[in-house]
Every structure is written in structure tokens, then in C-alpha cells.
């Protein structure tokens, strides 16, 4: 019997008129939790009721207080007729019950009904009182914290990263019982929230106790999915990452903020002093030249690097696409094993070589996109699996095996294509589904990756010997690009070539993750979005025959993506994809694959070659006149986007790629030829044409020693890919775009954000569309959804889109879907010039820091003599399509001097952050007038937390119009009637630039559904949807604010199911978000001068490492 | 291929101000889009038509959306739907309150009812102003004018603290209030010269001054009544023009205080019985609504007609009608001080505003 759950409603606002007759409403609220319900008193006559009610207090068990939500109704009382609904508020209380997150929940919520939208607001207080239960046996998770971000929160370091989490649950839906055909719509809807809100409550709570069976207490890159699987049921799944959090001891930031106030004012303007004992700011440096404070005074070993000794295991491999049509979905066994194809022998050779701690766990995967500096060692490159299955009715709810075993086999199969590729371990990894009908395509995706063994319980234990061989003195600025396999064992034909940056090591000439860019990755110029779009038309089939006709597709799909990726990152000159996104959509009569990922030049890694086009019938002059022409196009496009991507490699040599093409494996760096240069090399990529052909996964590997990177033209699908290769605009001046945390190359954000949420649906209204058409179609779909979004934003640059989530669906025969979720974020036009050592305090920050310092920790505890503390990840290019495979450049360019790309831009490092000087002064004023006013208001708590709120204000009000705050201004004082709104940012990044995370709150995760039977009258289907966002964005900013919250991180909107019937004047939409709640300040609060200051602090610390 | 759907939705509300003006005036869609590309906003990024009918829909959807919200603007402050920044907020509430002069000048002391929103459609012909652009302005005026109507306190204050205006446009809208209110004629083709805010500032006198307001401020309608108790004193005004002796003896004193002071002198003298007489007649008549209703056409033909055949000056006018006022304090038998006083401050206000070079 631990928890007490206390409620109180306070009062009601802008209510609805529920009585025509008097224009007004006579209303009264009903609080339930699990079956125990009470009421307040009717408020009579009145559209903004005073209920004041008494504290209404529920005595129930951890394990309820985690399921259940409490739900809050606001009815009208009729004296004659049954009292009508005028809405609900769902509160999930998941928050209270971890004592470091938010203490009370507090505030006005939208009070929301599933036919009306919001109808008003209402103010609620929420308590709860948890009594301290010793039971082993305990069902309940009370106290785990649950994060949607991607790497570790800010603020807290890892003590141990434990792994990987996996849980589902599967109901019926409510929306096919039989008693739905006698409810109203509104109450099937509330059913189905409901249902969905107590299923992901007790999904939190059954990962909650996996977290604590494995000894953790947080779970980090919570993704949590749904599956509307029509009839057949209901599934909520969730992947995660367990981990020890620990959080950074008041000590430490103490020792940090008082630092700057004892430093002279006169620091705060131009050059950073180069005083080494400069103390440093708050957790946001990278301990580059010492202990800064005692807390991190324990590594002893990180100047003495370890032996070096060659790394053994090993293969540059990648995965393949399988698909395995179950027929069996019961039992849930595949039938396919298509999965062994590529890899033969040579896969249990490389298992043999990778014994270790890791391999023990069933699933050694990692859902986090960003690590600290020495937790990645080598990355192998992607890997990917699909499955298509049949939906069966889920029979037994409480047993949800037949799912269970799908992932199972996803993830077996995942877990061997790591091995293939010589890695023990997946990160960046995530699942997702795409469903028609009875159709459901499993996928599952993530970077495999070899990891330093010291953040893993097992590797603390027999860190010795095994640990040994990823030591290596690589610098962590191209550590991660070497390659980790045997370049005499290589499972494939691949083009290798001496680091660029170190030279010691080899790197392979293309690379492909999923993950995030890591912080300390040395990138030349800037990065950029690129995706590769898919339409494959099918012939509409029922049952298997459709599945199978799916998984037969499916290879070509990824085929296709893979080359167009390939291609438009050439046409970039760049080397390397970050954050790939491969989704595949199922409809009717289509599938759709949209690739997503971030372009970018890694200085480690050749340039990559040009491409080249071929014709086929030589001797025509007019289409060897042709040819030409479009060569020359796309020279220039290479040309043109070197230099606005501002891609220009330090000095190289390189070699003249034809001489060197049969013996290019054995350069080294003697082999040095004379030097060119601009090199302008050319790559040549073969286009295979033989989709007909049923072995794709066997395509003859030896195509790539004869004729890489051609692009052959030999009919009119070839001339239109190329076409449509060159067709992708590059956005306007001043924009950038990526999907990934931050652009490389962009490290002065200013404070300003938008978070936006975009939604098209295309009519095809021609039924007889080729493949080709339909490519064109959504393409220029996706194109001009950027477009659209370049020309909204546009008061807001320069900026740069981050994060760019693209999700297609083909909710029904002839339309396509895109929803984008995005984040716009301006940043200091004057200082975009690299600035390596900043991106810390921007981006890495906290986490670098005191991750770094724990390893260090942990080896001096371990008497390790290996405490390398930097990262070397390595890895390849991973995708198993033969594109992959295929694209080997067939040139050599070493490295001349190999100095290091930080070093050549470490001289900008003494400017000054005077953009935001002005706006500092503002906030001054604001500060002083703030803070007589909260100190009339007494609590310390409080105050403190209103005048750092208050500095968000002061930078609204001087940024641009669209820049995102709090509304505590002096003018919002003239309103009246209510106190002013809490301006809440959200985003979908980790961090809001700018700022700290001071305090995480808790996890958002909320469903929503919203029907309409007036479709017309709300404007359409944009117009229903278009209210329907706002509604769910409403709905998130109030429960943050209720919990004490600013913002909303992490932020990802997983589910935007459409329906519509608008000869019915009907539409039905369904939206899943979830992110993270936090407390936030602006780095500039508590210490006026401490951004200035630290900024030159942090300059001189970097200057000194590298 | 048909786009179906196309939102767009920010976590802070984008609003285009320029947009948004177009939406005021009552542009469509298309028409918008338009003016937006004779604007040359697609010169200035790289956006074709398409992106801008997008964008416009959006905008006029989000508009369309937040109309509710600024028609009580109280709400809009502390409602959740729509992230909007504060010092957005008062742009969007000031620019949807704000009018047009030619609109409001011909609705100006007509009642606010449905019969007059039939006329809509002819005012829209005459002014140009879009017929959605006069159902918003005229709306506007309804609504302030019902607000308002219940309740106590100063009216321009009451306007400024429940449609968050600022000072200028509350004063303006107290003046449409209070014109509605009396109904005043300004239609006439006399009075077409003057302005809106012509009105406007006549109208603020009269709320300052002749109002219960003006004496009493906290009773119901005080602003937007005249008061009747000086109403009814205004009657004992009529022995400035009845009685003879009177009426000579005022005219001689303000003959002797203007002499040689102005060219216009002889005129001066000539016309100050008739002058005199419209002014008190004005006054001894406000006790019928009907004639509160001529007040401005009577000022203009009992005073500002004569004055300006004769080609007085606006520094004539003032310094006859400071005189004219102040000789009557010398009056021996006058004994209404105070109420002359009262009428005359509003009567010289409002014709040095009405009386145009």
C-alpha cells in the first residue's frame, strides 16, 4: 500500500456555454483514479467556476500509481436529463513518483473532448505521498528515470550503461469490440485513449523493473511505438537503453558557478585570457587541461597512452535487408533465413575472434545516438533487417508472444549481421513498423559497433587482456573512421586508404551510421541533408500473395535507396552519412522508402571521387553530345556544392587514381606521388541494371573492381535517375538542413527556436501512374515540403533546420502521407566559421566532461594500465547492398602532413560572443524588475526559477518574431483575468542551444485522437488537422508547465494516423508525442559573465589539447 | 495529383504581419497571394507560387483560428492553443481593432444593429473597404459597444482594459461607443467635411464633460449618457437670449473686449445676436433626444456656416468664443456660472475642431 495520491481541483476557465439559455454553464468535475471516483460541487451558472475544491485523496498501490492515469472529467450538470461531458484531462502521474523529478504538478490543463478539441482549461493540484516498500518481489518500478533522449541527459553522467531493454504489450482495440458499434464515437475514443495511456503505463513500468533487475535506475532513449494493427489488436512496444545515471553533485557545479564571480569584469570582453588555471564553467567543458575540480580529480593515467597494439578482429561488413515471409504467424517462425546468404564462413570466423563480455547478452544493443568521448571504439557501419508478417488476431492478451518472437527474430538477425561485420555491439538502434491491412512490415535498424568495454559491468570485470586491442593511440578526432578489420581479411572488395588525418591507421572511402556525428569528429566544411526517395507500385493482392509480393520488393527498394544515397552524396563531395533513416511504407498499391540522413565531408576519409557518366552505344555523336552535357551538369553541381558546403580539404596529395588502381591496397605513406592540388578525382560508379533479376544480394562483387563509379546510360529510367539526381535544390542562402543534433560546421547558436510539425497528403488522381511518374511525384512531395519550410522560417536566418524527421505513410490507396517534424534555430552569421574547441560547450557539454572523467574513474579503480580515454571509434561503410558493396573509388590519396583539422582553425578561437551582448543588457532590466517582484512573493525556490524564466522572456522580446519564450513581460501585465501563459519551447533535440538543462522533469508520453463529424465546418482536412497539432502541442505545454517545466527536449511526434470520409464529413486522426520535460536556463543566468568569460576559458583549455 | 491536405504548425504561432493584414482587409486567398507576388516576396527568397498559396493558407487558416481568441482579447493572453509571444499578441489585437476612417465616418452615430449591417454591402461599394473587412470593423464597434454598455467606470479605461487597446484606438472606440450611443447625425451633407477624428475629440469633450461621468464616475452608463440634471439646467441658459437688456449688455461687453483685436470685427458685431441666439438655442434644446441627435449639424449651421461666409479666422473664432464666454460671467443677473461654463468649455472645443480653415 505505498502512495497516496492527493488531488485538488482549483478552478475552471473559458468554459463552453452548455446551456443555450442562459449562455452559460453549471459545471462540476469528477476525479477518478483506477474505480475510486469523487466529484466536487456543482459551480452553477458560470463559464470560469471557482470549485476550490478539498484535497480528494486516493490510497492505491506503486503498481496503479505507474499504470493508471488520473482522469479528470468537467461535466454540466442538468437537473432534468443526464449531465453532459464537456471534456477530460488525463494527468500521468508517472512524474511524482521519482523524487528527483518534479515534486508537484501544478497548473492550468486544456480540458480536452475527442469530438470538440480543447473546451476550456482547468487548474489541478497533484500530489503524491510514496511510502518506502522493501518487497523484493515487487510488481512496481517507482523511482527509475525514463529519457526519450538519445544520449546520456545533461547533468548526469553514466556510471554504467547496462543495455539493452525491450518490452510490449499487446490489447484489443477498442475500436474493433463489438460494443463499438453501439457506443458513441466519444466513447470509443476515450476508450481507446484510455486503454492506450494504461498500457503504456504498465509497458513503463514492466521496463522499469528490467532496469532494476539489471541493477539500473534510468532508462536513456526510451522509444516507446505503437502498433494499430486494425483487428487483429493493439500493440505498445518500447526499446531502450538501461544505464546507471548518476547526477552531477551539487559540488561540482557549485565549485563551477562561483568561480565567475569572483573573476574581473574586464574578462568579460574581448580575448580569453590564457591563464591555465582558469577554473572551468558549470559541467559544459571538456576536461582538456586538468582536473578542474575534485571531482574529477581521479584519472591518473590519461597522459600515458597504452601499447599500441594493432586491432585484431575484425571485417568491415554490413547487413542486408532480408525478408522473411512468416506464414506461420502464430508460432511466429520465420521461414526465410535469408540472413546467412552473404556471410558464410567467414562469419564464424569473425565470431570466434569476438569473444567477449558483450556477446554474452542476448541483445548487446544500444538505442543512444550519441556516446561519451570512449565508449565508442569502432563502428561497423549500418545494419538492417526486415520482416514482413501476416496480422493474426491476438488471441490471449496476456500473452503476447507471437510479437514477441517477430522482434525476437528481427533482432537475432541484426545481432548476427553485427557479427558479420566483426562488432559486438549495436548502437543507434531502433524498430519501427509499417501496417496495411493485414500486412505488417517489421523493421530494425542501428550502427554496429565495437565498445569500450569499461562502461559495461562485464568489461569492468575482465578489463585486462581483452580490453587491450582497442587501445590505440589514435587522435578521437578521426579515431572512429579507422577501420577495425583485417585489410588482408576483408569480406568484401573495399577501397582503403591511410587515415587523412593520422595516418596510422587505414579508413575506408565511404561511411554509413545511424548515429550522431560524434562531437569530436574532425569534419571539413558543412554538412548537409540528403535523402533518397522511393515509389514502387504493386499490384494490390490479398493474404500471403500480398506479403510475399511485398518481400520480394523489398531488396530492390533498398537497392534503389542505397544508390541514390550513394550517388547524392557524391554530388556533395561528401564521405560520410549520419543519422540514416531508411523508412519503407506499405500501402495498397504502392510501397514508398524514404532514406534520410546527414551528409558530411570527414576529414579522415578520401575525398570521394566524382561520377562519371557512360553511354552505351558509342559512335552517336548526338548521344555522346548528350552525355556530355549532362557530365558537365553534374561536374558543376559537384563544383557548386564543394563550395557552398564549403568543402575544402586541407592540403592534399593525391594520386593520380588510375596508376594506382590495382595496388592501391598496400599505400603508404612513402608511396607519396606528386602532389595535385585540387585533386579532381575520378570515381566511378557502376549502376547496375538488373533489377529483373531475382539475386540482387547476389550481385557479382567483382562489378566493382572493373567498373566502379559509372553511371551508364543505356535507357530513358537511367537518363530520368540522373535527371532526377541533379533535380534536388540545395536550399536557399542562409538555411541549412540536417537530421541529425547539430550541424557540423554551425557552433554559435543564438537562443532562438521553432519547432514545427508539417503535414501534406497527396491525391494521386491518376490511377495509371508508371514507377517513374510516381518517383517524381514524391520527390518533388519532399521537395517542396523543404521548400515551404525554407520560405516560412525565412525571417529567421541564417539558420539551420536540425533534426529533419520525415515520416511517409500511404494511408489509403491513392494518397501519400509526409509529416515532418523539425527544429529551426538561427545561429551568429559573423562567427560560423569553425570554431572547434566551442562545439562543447554547444553541443557535447556535459556530457563529454563527466563522462570522460567516470572512465578515467573507473580504470584507476580498476588498476587498469589501458585508460586511453579517447575514442576511437572506426567503422566502414556497412549497408549490405551490392550499391554498398560496389562503390569503391578506385584512387589513393594520402595525407601529406597530417596535421589535424582542429589545429589549423584553433586560431579564430580568441573572438567573442558579442551578438548576444545587447540582448544580455535587456535581460538586465528585466532581471532587476523581476526580481522586486518575486522577492515580494517570498520563496526562495520560486524566485530563483522566475528570474531565470525571465531571461528567456527578455531574449524573445530581442530576437526575432518567432523566437519562442516566456510571456512573463512587462506588457503581458496589461491582461487580466488570469495569470500569463508559461511560454514552453519544445524541440526535438537534446538541448535547447544556449541554455542548460538544469532539472528533467520527466517523460511526455501522450496519445491523442480526434474525430470529427463536421469536417467541413472545421475548415477541411487541414483545417481539422491543422487545430488538431495545436491541440496536441497545447496539450503537451500545459502538462510541462504543470510540472514546473519550460521546455519540452527530445520531442518526436511518433504517430500521425490520418482518416478521412469527407463525402461522410468525417475524419478520424490519432497522434502519439513524447520528450522529455525539463527546467532550463540560459547559460548567461547566475553568472552574468560566465559565457563570455567561459568561452574563452574553454578556448584556451581546447588550445591546449590539441 | 491534389494536394489534400497541407498544414504547417509551429510550436510558437507564425504569423506573417503582412498577411495578416491582407486577412484584415478581407483579401481571399487567392487575391493574397497576389498582392503577396506584387509585394516581391518571392524575389526576395527563393520560393515559387505554390509555396506561397501554401504558406498563405496556412496563415489564414491559423488567422481564421485565433478570430475567436481576439474577439475577447482577455483570453488571448491566457489561453494554451496558440504559443503567441506577447508583444505579438498586441500587435495582432491592435491591428484586428484598428479601421478604417472612410468605413467608421459612415457608420459613425448610426445604431449598431442588424438593419444597418444590410447597409454593409453598400458602404463596402462606396468606401472600397472589402464588404469581410467592414462585417469585422462593424462587429468590432458591436462588440465594444455591448461590452461596455454594462459597465462602470470610466468608458475609455473600460475599453483599454477589456480589448487591451492602446490609449488612441480605446479613445476612438469610446467615440464610436458614445456616437452610437446618442445616435448623433453625422451623415448630413454639411458635415461631410469633417473627419473621423474630427468626431472623435468633439466626442471625447463631451464624454469629459457633459457626461454623469464627468461629476459622479461610478454609475452605470455614466460615459455613454449625457447627464440629464445638466441637460435640464441648460434650459436656464435661455435668458442670455430672452432677455433683452441681457443680450445687449453681454453684446457690448464682448464688442468692447474685441475691438480693434481682429479684421473681422464688424462682422463680429453684426452677427453676434444671431450667433449668440444659435448657441443658446443649441444648448436649451438637449433635453430632446431628437435634437441631441442635431447637435453637430446645429453647431454648423447655427455658427460655423455664418462664421466662415464672413471669412473669420480659426484665431477669430477663438478669441470671439473666449470672450463670448467670459463676458458672461460679468453679467450681473446671470447666475448660471458653472453650467455656462460647462457647455461653453465643450461648445469652443468642439467648434475650434469643427470650424476647418
Known amino acids: 500500500m505505498p502512495g497516496k495520491l492527493k488531488a485538488k481541483i482549483v478552478a475552471g476557465r473559458h468554459l463552453p456555454v452548455m446551456d443555450r439559455a442562459s449562455d452559460l454553464t453549471d459545471a462540476f468535475v469528477e476525479v477518478k483514479f483506477g474505480n475510486t471516483t469523487f466529484k466536487t460541487d456543482v459551480f452553477p451558472k458560470s463559464l470560469n467556476p471557482q470549485w476550490n475544491s478539498e484535497w480528494f485523496k486516493f490510497e492505491v498501490d506503486d503498481e496503479d500509481l505507474q499504470d493508471e492515469p488520473l482522469q479528470i472529467t468537467v461535466l454540466d450538470h442538468d437537473t432534468y436529463s443526464a449531465n453532459d461531458a464537456i471534456g477530460k484531462v488525463y494527468i500521468d502521474i508517472d512524474p511524482l513518483l521519482c523524487t528527483e523529478a518534479a515534486s508537484v504538478i501544478s497548473g492550468w490543463f486544456p480540458i480536452y473532448d475527442t469530438i470538440h478539441g480543447i473546451r476550456g482549461e482547468i487548474n489541478v493540484l497533484v500530489k503524491v505521498e510514496l511510502f518506502n516498500d522493501l518487497n523484493r518481489f515487487r510488481q512496481s518500478s517507482c523511482g527509475v528515470k525514463f529519457f526519450c533522449t538519445t544520449s546520456i541527459p545533461r547533468g548526469y553522467r553514466a556510471a554504467m550503461v547496462h543495455g539493452f531493454l525491450e518490452e510490449l504489450v499487446v490489447n484489443e482495440d477498442p475500436e474493433y469490440q463489438w460494443i463499438d458499434r453501439i457506443r458513441t464515437p466519444r466513447a470509443s475514443n476515450e476508450a481507446r485513449q484510455r486503454l492506450i495511456s494504461l498500457m503504456s503505463g504498465e509497458l513503463q513500468r514492466k521496463i522499469g523493473l528490467k532496469v532494476l533487475e539489471m541493477g539500473g535506475n534510468a532508462v536513456v532513449g526510451y522509444l516507446q511505438c505503437f502498433d494499430l494493427e486494425g483487428e487483429s489488436g493493439l500493440v505498445v512496444r518500447a526499446i531502450g537503453t538501461a544505464c546507471t545515471l548518476e547526477k552531477l553533485t551539487s559540488g561540482s557545479l557549485a565549485s563551477a558557478h562561483t568561480h565567475p564571480n569572483t573573476a574581473p569584469a574586464s574578462n568579460a570582453c574581448n580575448s580569453p585570457s590564457k591563464d591555465g588555471k582558469e577554473p572551468v564553467f558549470g559541467e559544459d567543458l571538456p576536461s582538456s587541461s586538468g582536473p578542474p575540480t575534485p571531482f574529477r580529480a581521479l584519472p591518473t593515467s590519461s597522459s600515458s597512452p597504452p601499447p599500441f597494439s594493432p586491432c585484431k578482429p575484425c571485417s568491415r561488413q554490413s547487413s542486408s535487408s532480408d525478408t522473411d515471409l512468416s506464414l506461420t504467424p502464430k508460432t511466429g517462425m520465420g521461414s526465410g533465413g535469408s540472413a546467412g546468404k552473404e556471410a558464410g564462413p567467414l562469419k564464424t570466423l569473425l565470431r570466434q575472434q569476438t569473444q567477449t563480455a558483450l556477446e554474452q547478452r542476448e541483445f548487446p544493443f544500444f538505442t543512444l545516438t550519441s556516446f561519451p568521448p570512449g565508449f565508442l571504439v569502432h563502428v561497423g557501419g549500418v545494419v538492417s533487417a526486415r520482416s514482413v508478417k501476416l496480422l493474426d488476431r491476438i488471441h490471449n492478451p496476456d500473452e503476447p508472444e507471437t510479437r514477441d518472437a517477430w522482434w525476437e527474430e528481427i533482432r537475432q538477425e541484426i545481432k548476427s549481421h553485427a557479427k558479420a561485420l566483426g562488432c559486438h555491439a549495436v548502437v543507434g538502434y531502433s524498430e519501427n513498423t509499417s501496417i496495411c491491412e493485414e500486412v505488417c512490415i517489421l523493421s530494425a535498424s542501428g550502427t554496429a559497433a565495437i565498445l569500450n568495454h569499461r562502461y559495461m559491468r562485464e568489461g569492468c570485470l575482465d578489463i585486462g587482456s581483452t580490453d587491450q586491442r582497442f587501445e590505440d593511440p589514435s587522435p578521437p578526432s578521426c579515431g572512429f573512421c579507422h577501420i577495425p578489420y583485417d585489410e588482408l581479411n576483408m569480406p568484401f572488395p573495399a577501397q582503403l586508404t591511410y587515415c587523412y588525418n593520422c595516418r596510422r591507421q587505414k579508413v575506408p572511402d565511404v561511411l554509413f551510421t545511424t548515429i550522431d556525428l560524434p562531437a569530436e569528429a574532425a569534419v571539413t566544411g558543412k554538412g548537409c541533408l540528403i535523402q533518397a526517395r522511393l515509389c514502387r507500385l504493386k499490384k494490390k493482392a490479398q493474404g500471403e500473395v500480398n506479403a510475399t509480393v511485398i518481400s520480394n520488393l523489398l531488396p530492390f527498394m533498398e537497392y534503389e535507396l542505397h544508390t541514390q544515397l550513394m550517388n547524392k552524396l557524391k554530388l556533395r563531395s561528401m564521405n560520410a552519412l549520419f543519422g540514416l533513416h531508411i523508412q519503407i511504407s506499405v500501402g495498397e498499391n504502392m510501397l514508398l522508402g524514404l532514406a534520410s540522413a546527414t551528409g558530411v565531408y570527414l576529414t579522415a576519409l578520401p575525398a570521394p571521387g566524382g561520377i562519371q557518366i557512360a553511354g552505351k552505344t558509342t559512335g552517336d555523336m548526338s548521344n555522346e553530345q548528350h552525355i556530355l552535357t549532362i557530365q558537365k551538369r553534374i561536374n558543376d553541381t559537384i563544383a557548386r556544392n564543394k563550395e557552398l558546403y564549403q568543402i575544402n580539404p586541407p592540403k592534399l596529395f593525391a594520386l593520380d587514381p588510375e596508376v594506382f588502381c590495382g595496388t592501391n591496397m598496400e599505400l603508404t605513406e612513402e608511396g607519396v606521388g606528386s602532389p595535385i592540388p585540387e585533386p579532381r578525382h575520378r570515381s566511378r560508379l557502376f549502376r547496375s541494371h538488373s533489377e529483373s533479376s531475382d539475386e540482387v544480394s547476389e550481385l557479382d562483387l567483382s562489378h566493382g573492381k572493373k567498373d566502379a563509379f559509372v553511371l551508364e546510360i543505356d535507357d530513358t529510367d537511367a537518363v530520368e535517375d540522373i535527371h532526377s539526381l541533379l533535380t534536388d535544390a540545395s536550399p536557399p542562402a542562409g538555411f541549412h538542413s540536417c537530421n541529425t543534433e547539430t550541424m557540423p560546421g554551425i557552433y554559435n547558436w543564438t537562443t532562438a527556436v521553432q519547432m514545427f510539425t508539417s503535414v501534406r497528403v497527396l491525391r494521386l488522381s491518376n490511377a495509371n501512374l508508371s514507377n517513374q511518374s510516381l518517383n517524381k511525384i514524391f520527390t518533388d512531395l519532399c521537395e517542396n515540403l523543404l521548400k515551404s519550410f525554407y520560405f516560412k522560417l525565412r525571417s529567421m536566418v541564417p539558420c539551420c533546420l536540425c533534426h529533419l524527421n520525415f515520416n511517409v505513410a500511404v494511408p489509403e490507396e491513392e494518397l501519400i502521407q509526409v509529416s515532418v517534424t523539425a527544429v529551426a534555430m538561427t545561429f551568429d552569421k559573423d562567427q560560423t566559421q569553425e570554431r572547434p574547441a566551442e562545439r562543447f560547450i554547444t553541443k557535447g557539454g556535459s556530457e563529454t566532461d563527466e563522462q570522460l572523467q567516470f572512465s578515467l574513474e573507473l580504470c584507476a579503480d580498476s588498476s587498469s594500465t589501458n585508460s586511453q580515454p579517447s575514442s576511437r571509434i572506426s567503422g566502414t561503410v556497412s549497408l549490405f547492398t551490392p550499391a554498398a558493396k560496389l562503390c569503391q573509388s578506385q584512387l589513393v590519396v594520402v595525407h601529406s602532413t597530417g596535421v589535424p583539422e582542429n589545429t589549423i582553425v584553433s586560431s579564430r578561437a580568441a573572438s567573442v560572443d558579442y551578438g548576444s551582448f545587447a540582448d544580455r543588457c535587456s535581460t538586465w532590466l528585466e532581471l532587476l524588475r523581476l526580481k522586486a517582484h518575486t522577492i515580494r512573493r517570498g520563496s526562495v525556490k520560486t524566485s530563483r526559477r522566475t528570474q531565470s524564466l525571465a531571461h528567456s522572456v527578455s531574449s524573445l522580446e530581442h530576437c526575432s518574431p518567432l523566437t519562442e519564450g516566456r510571456s512573463r513581460s512587462v506588457r503581458s501585465s496589461r491582461s487580466f483575468g488570469g495569470s500569463p501563459v508559461t511560454m514552453v519551447k519544445m524541440t526535438p533535440l537534446s538541448f535547447l542551444p544556449g541554455t542548460r538543462n538544469i532539472k528533467y522533469l520527466g517523460i511526455i508520453n501522450m496519445f491523442f485522437i480526434r474525430e470529427t463529424t463536421s469536417l467541413r465546418e472545421e475548415g477541411g482536412v487541414s483545417g481539422f488537422l491543422h487545430s488538431f497539432i495545436a491541440e496536441v502541442f497545447a496539450m503537451v505545454r500545459a502538462h510541462v508547465a504543470a510540472l514546473g517545466g519550460n521546455a519540452v527536449v527530445s520531442y518526436s511526434m511518433k504517430d500521425c494516423v490520418l482518416m478521412e470520409n469527407p463525402n461522410k464529413n468525417q475524419a478520424q486522426c490519432l497522434i502519439n508525442v513524447s520528450g522529455d520535460a525539463v527546467i532550463y536556463v540560459r547559460e548567461t543566468d547566475q553568472e552574468p559573465t560566465a559565457s563570455m568569460t567561459n568561452m574563452g576559458q574553454s578556448l584556451c583549455a581546447a588550445d591546449g589539447a590539441t | ?357
Open chain 2, 1 to 357: 495529383m491534389a494536394v489534400e491536405l497541407d498544414v504547417f504548425v509551429g510550436n510558437t504561432t507564425i504569423m506573417d504581419e503582412e498577411v495578416y493584414q491582407l486577412w484584415l482587409d478581407g483579401y481571399t486567398v487567392n487575391d493574397a497571394v497576389k498582392a503577396r507576388m506584387d509585394a516581391g516576396v518571392l524575389e526576395e527568397c527563393e520560393a515559387d507560387a505554390d509555396v506561397l498559396l501554401s504558406d498563405t493558407m496556412d496563415q489564414y487558416r491559423t488567422f481564421q483560428m485565433c478570430e475567436r481568441l481576439l474577439q475577447s482579447p482577455a483570453k488571448l493572453a491566457n489561453q494554451l492553443l496558440f504559443q503567441i509571444t506577447p508583444h505579438r499578441q498586441v500587435m495582432l489585437i491592435e491591428r484586428y481593432y484598428a479601421f478604417d476612417d472612410t468605413f467608421v465616418r459612415e457608420v459613425l452615430g448610426k445604431k449598431l444593429s442588424k438593419g444597418t449591417k444590410k447597409d454593409l454591402d453598400d458602404i463596402s461599394a462606396k468606401t472600397g473597404v472589402t464588404l469581410k473587412s467592414c462585417r469585422r470593423q462593424f462587429d468590432n464597434f458591436k462588440r465594444v459597444f455591448k461590452v461596455v454598455e454594462e459597465l462602470k467606470g470610466p468608458l475609455v479605461e473600460n475599453i483599454r482594459q477589456h480589448f487591451l487597446l492602446s490609449d488612441k484606438l480605446a479613445r476612438d472606440y469610446a467615440a464610436i461607443v458614445f456616437f452610437a450611443n446618442n445616435r448623433f447625425e453625422t451623415g448630413k451633407k454639411k458635415l461631410q467635411y469633417l473627419t473621423f477624428q474630427d468626431f472623435a475629440l468633439c466626442a471625447g469633450q463631451l464624454i469629459n464633460n457633459w457626461t454623469v461621468g464627468a461629476v459622479d464616475n461610478m454609475v452605470e452608463d455614466m460615459d455613454v449618457d449625457l447627464d440629464k440634471e445638466f441637460l435640464q439646467e441648460l434650459k436656464e441658459l435661455k435668458i442670455l437670449i430672452a432677455d433683452k437688456d441681457l443680450l445687449d449688455q453681454h453684446k457690448s461687453l464682448v464688442c468692447t473686449a474685441l475691438r480693434g483685436k481682429t479684421k473681422a470685427f464688424a462682422e463680429m458685431e453684426a452677427n453676434f445676436k444671431n450667433l449668440s441666439r444659435g448657441l443658446v438655442n443649441i444648448a436649451t434644446k438637449l433635453t430632446n433626444t431628437k435634437d441631441v441627435r442635431d447637435f453637430f449639424i446645429d453647431l454648423v449651421e447655427k455658427f460655423i456656416e455664418p462664421c466662415r461666409s464672413d471669412r473669420w479666422t480659426a484665431a477669430d473664432i477663438k478669441l470671439y468664443l473666449t470672450h463670448y464666454t467670459n463676458s458672461a460671467h460679468i453679467l450681473d443677473p446671470f447666475k448660471h456660472q458653472a453650467v455656462w461654463d460647462r457647455y461653453m468649455g465643450v461648445i469652443k472645443s468642439c467648434i475650434f475642431i469643427m470650424y476647418h480653415d
